[in-house]
Nanobody
Framework: QAQLVESGGGLVQPGGSLRLSCAASGRILSINMMRWYRQAPGKERELVARIINGGATNYGDSVKGRFTISRDNAKNTVYLQMNSLKPEDTAVYYC???????????????WGQGTQVTVAS
């Protein structure tokens, strides 16, 4: 019924910036909360940031002040602007969103396929 596709990952030097995008497509009626998670090798997946439909945001302690989540409801897209990147930010970043699709009366959580972010000199 729907899918999430991330883009924007890559290799960046410490102190650099990257912008991730995640576009939702399909027979979407409504999108509630959208989130970014990340998972580093050997570690559990952790919540990086989340944003509700009205725009309120929350961030993980490790990224506060450096990362900014935003969304464009007209494009069904969520962004993650990552500044002052550190080697410990290296991980696969996953988009996650609560979608209501055509024919449904509930929100279902969808995941993207992930995009690799590597911070190294």
């Amino acid at each position: 019924q729907a899918q999430l596709v991330e883009s924007g990952g890559g290799l960046v030097q410490p102190g650099g910036s990257l912008r991730l995008s995640c576009a939702a497509s399909g027979r979407i009626l409504s999108i509630n909360m959208m989130r970014w998670y990340r998972q580093a090798p050997g570690k559990e997946r952790e919540l990086v940031a989340r944003i509700i439909n009205g725009g309120a945001t929350n961030y993980g302690d490790s990224v506060k002040g450096r990362f900014t989540i935003s969304r464009d409801n007209a494009k069904n897209t969520v962004y993650l602007q990552m500044n002052s990147l550190k080697p410990e930010d290296t991980a696969v970043y996953y988009c996650n969103a609560d979608l209501m699709t055509l024919g449904s009366i509930i929100y279902v959580t969808y995941w993207g396929q992930g995009t690799q972010v590597t911070v190294a000199s």
